[in-house]
């Protein structure tokens, strides 16, 4: 190696940032572990901001619009940040299996940190209704997978019932460590941008991640003076939304899978963050969903659809947004967990069958 080289590599390594923890190491003091917690981690946390031009450009006025790329997460979904949490106090508490129901990413997750942490982890599945990639993660990480020919809320009915007769650990988001771990995203967001954004766009399904960013910005808000929270817009599909309605709405049915949730959990809880943050619930149609899933992927930003939800309702309120506004979408899930969706709404040009003629092609292309 040269002498320039050695030197600028010392110099790099020098100044190269120190290996992330994990969220729990990284935010401790906010969260309820001691030095007897053992932490159950695959370094979570500390997913990219991501200003988006396009989005920016299409609302105007000055707004800058910031995707809290979550799906970035070891197992591409929000869910990391609840399951280290939730795993790391059941393995405390002496816990040796867990359980929970899911549309397919917290069974990723419980799976993925149960097995880390040498637990048991059995998971309750809508059947038909979990994409592809999540059920290829709850296989491939060791759950035991039961799919009930039944929706999600009757999923989580049966193991809320089994949790409080049996020793499993529920690890669904009425766990309060769920919530704990999913508050340090608002972290996150604030600790980026310097102070919160005036909106926080997210999708709800069982409406503990809203719950979970309220927690976040309120705790934030504390410790640091002249901090404003943000109004917080939650959005639903069209066919799955009973917070928007509220009802319960017995068969829901939306493209974007992962909230397709009749009956929540933490809609009490849910219902106190709109009013404290004077913010909205909206519901938003697949047609919107795929529009804004459309756009992001346009702009590199692979989500899930439930994600694109986020989008899909910041540009319906278009017209509500205040000058100079700074907007953070919560992009919960990562793409790839659902390709069967992308594969069937996408507009690439996908030729099949091509003679692999360097002329044939050449022609293709125009050339
Ligand atoms: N986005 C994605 C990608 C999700 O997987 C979920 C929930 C939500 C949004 C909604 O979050 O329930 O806290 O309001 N997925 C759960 C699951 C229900 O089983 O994976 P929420």
Redesign the pocket.
């Known amino acids: 190696m040269l002498l320039l080289d050695k030197i600028k590599n010392k110099f790099r390594l020098k100044y190269r940032k120190k290996r992330w923890p994990g969220l729990i190491n990284a935010y401790k003091q906010h969260l309820p572990v001691s030095s007897k917690t053992p932490i159950i981690t695959l370094n979570e946390g500390n997913t990219p901001l991501i200003l988006s031009e396009s989005l920016s450009k299409l609302i105007g006025n000055g707004t800058s619009v910031y995707l809290k790329y979550d799906g970035l997460n070891p197992t591409g979904?929000?869910?990391d940040r609840g399951m280290t949490m939730a795993i790391s106090k059941a393995k405390e508490e002496g816990s040796e299996a867990v359980i929970c129901?899911?549309?397919?990413?917290?069974?990723a997750a419980a799976a993925a940190y149960a097995s880390r942490g040498g637990l048991k982890s059995y998971v309750l599945i809508p059947d038909g209704f979990v994409a592809q990639g999540k059920l290829a993660q709850a296989l491939m990480y060791g759950a035991e997978i039961i799919s009930i020919k039944g929706n999600?809320d009757r999923a989580l009915e049966i193991v809320r019932e089994l949790s409080s007769k049996y020793p499993i650990d529920l690890v669904n988001?009425v766990n309060p460590y769920r919530i704990q771990g999913q508050k340090t995203a608002a972290f996150e967001i604030i600790d980026d941008l310097g102070k919160s954004p005036d909106w926080l766009c997210i999708?709800?399904?069982?409406?503990?991640?809203?719950t979970a960013y309220w927690l976040g910005f309120n705790e934030y808000k504390k410790l640091k003076k002249n901090l404003k929270l943000p109004l917080m817009m939650g959005f639903q599909s069209e066919g799955s939304a009973p917070l928007v309605k509220n009802i319960v709405v017995k068969n829901p049915e939306t493209i974007a899978t992962?909230?397709r949730?009749g009956n929540?959990v933490n809609r009490e809880k849910a219902k106190i963050v709109k009013k404290e943050s004077k913010g909205d619930f909206q519901s938003v149609t697949d047609e919107e969903i795929i529009y804004a899933y459309k756009i992001l992927a346009n702009e590199g930003v692979f989500c899930?659809p439930?994600?694109a939800a986020s989008v899909a309702g910041l540009i319906k309120n278009k017209n509500r947004i205040q000058k100079e506004s700074t907007i953070v979408c919560v992009l919960?899930?990562n793409g790839l967990k659902d390709p069967d969706c992308a594969i069937k709404n996408n507009d690439a040009i996908f030729r099949k069958n091509i003679e692999p003629s360097l002329k044939d092609i050449s022609t293709i292309l125009g050339y």
């Open positions: 979904s929000f869910k129901a899911s549309t397919g990413n917290t069974s999600f988001s999708p709800m399904g069982n409406a503990g991640n809203i992962a909230i949730i929540p899930e439930a994600s919960t899930g």
